[in-house]
């Protein structure tokens, strides 16, 4: 029998000699990346304790060879039993006051997820945790349909993906978002998607009636037309090219729909731009929109294990344009430019995308969607009007 080959320490270890403060450590791999048989498939590099655990824990080995006996990360899936599934925020600089997550954690595993630091509060690692131990909300079409049927309610359009994604690879078989748009389509309400999956264009049937009512629209995000770097970033979402079919698709069936170069990534993919809006374009894709990379938490240490693992040579180069566009920090969290950045760099990248959608058409006019079609569920118990 082999020996434990974790360590359980009070605080975290030291990795690396320290550097100024703000500065990124040159060896962020160190000690803390997982074997890569054990993490193939997968976009973080290390599974880290999450910020809130008493004890952070390292594994090494201790010369008896039991790292090699450690499985392969795989896709476990458990039950949130969340009594609610309606999300509210008060964000200013955001188009929606609700939205819908069917999950938590997600398989993608697109490596610069501002979602990850989430799975901290479930005593997780927003590392590979995040995108292999994922949790479902079998009861979310049951939860919606009473919340939408409360007496107060006040309908406004539902965002559904903005933290993970509805359509991941688990979606397939639980089929948790289609009954989510049943419920919406049966009640009339407007609903907003964000995905990179293309299993959206399953559901192109309840979208396309949704959409004649002007009650759906849908985005997909395309990061990269590079299939090296998309696979390499986010190695379980759906290809570049299967995305661009994807927003063909929706368009052709009349659904309203948005291409989202997002994050644009500064000495990576930001050369992209001008080629995924023309490509989305030519899709049929009327609106445009993208976001700067953002790196909250945990989530910038993960990209920076990731940066120094595929492309070390550019490592330093991308952080510095990144301060450059985060008054001189990792991350910048303020209202109004979080999404977009300051200084020259962040100016440079709002002129060319702008010039880019003038030139391509998109963006002309902005797809509003419309409560006026809502009528709220039956409530348990409650006898329908005859007329």
């Excluded at 594994?59 to 476990?76: I, R, V």
């Excluded at 078989?173 to 989510?180: H, N, T, V, W």
């Excluded at 927003?247 to 997002?262: E, K, W």
């Amino acid at each position: 029998m082999s020996r434990a080959s974790s360590l359980a320490l009070r605080h975290p270890p030291v990795t690396a000699p320290s550097e100024p403060a703000g500065a990124a450590s040159p060896f962020p791999e160190i000690e803390v990346a997982i074997d890569r048989e054990r993490r193939r498939g997968r976009g973080a590099q290390s599974n880290g304790s999450g910020r809130f655990e008493a004890e952070a824990r390292t594994a090494f080995d201790d010369g008896w060879q039991s790292l090699d006996e450690l499985p392969p990360f795989k896709t476990t899936v458990s039950l949130d039993t969340a009594r609610k599934v309606i999300t509210r925020n008060d964000s200013p600089d955001i188009g929606f006051d609700r939205s819908i997550n069917p999950y938590r954690g997600c398989e993608h595993g697109c490596v610069y997820c501002f979602a990850r630091p989430t799975h901290a509060y479930l005593g997780l690692s927003p590392g590979l945790d995040f995108e292999s131990k994922l949790f479902a909300k079998p009861d979310a079409p049951a939860l919606l349909e009473k919340e939408l049927a409360a007496a107060d309610y006040e309908p406004k359009m539902i965002a559904i993906g903005t933290n993970t994604d509805p359509y991941q690879p688990i979606e397939r078989d639980s089929k948790i978002m289609r009954g989510i748009l049943e419920v919406l389509e049966r009640a009339g309400h407007p609903v907003g998607i964000v995905t990179k999956s293309a299993l959206v264009t399953r559901d192109i049937d309840i979208l396309a009636r949704m959409a004649k009512r002007n009650l759906a629209k849908v985005a997909l995000s395309v990061t990269s037309l590079d299939p090296k770097l998309a696979r390499t970033m986010e190695p379980r979402a759906s290809t570049p090219p299967k995305r661009l079919e994807a927003l063909r698709q929706l368009s052709d069936a009349g659904i309203p729909t948005t291409v989202m170069v997002a994050p644009v990534i500064p000495a990576l993919n930001d050369t992209e731009i001008e080629r995924i809006l023309d490509a989305a374009a030519h899709a049929g894709v009327k609106e445009a929109s993208y976001v700067l990379l953002r790196l909250p938490l945990e989530v910038r240490d993960l990209f920076r294990e990731w940066l120094m693992a595929n492309y070390p040579d550019r490592y330093r180069h991308v952080f510095t344009l990144i301060r450059d566009m985060r008054s001189g920090r990792d991350y910048d969290s303020q209202w109004g430019t979080r999404m977009k950045g300051t200084g020259p760099m962040a100016w440079m990248i709002g002129r060319r995308f702008e010039i880019a959608c003038e030139k391509y058409g998109l963006n002309k006019r902005r797809m509003r969607l419309t409560t006026d079609h809502f009528a709220k569920p039956a409530r348990s118990g409650q006898q329908l009007s005859l007329f």
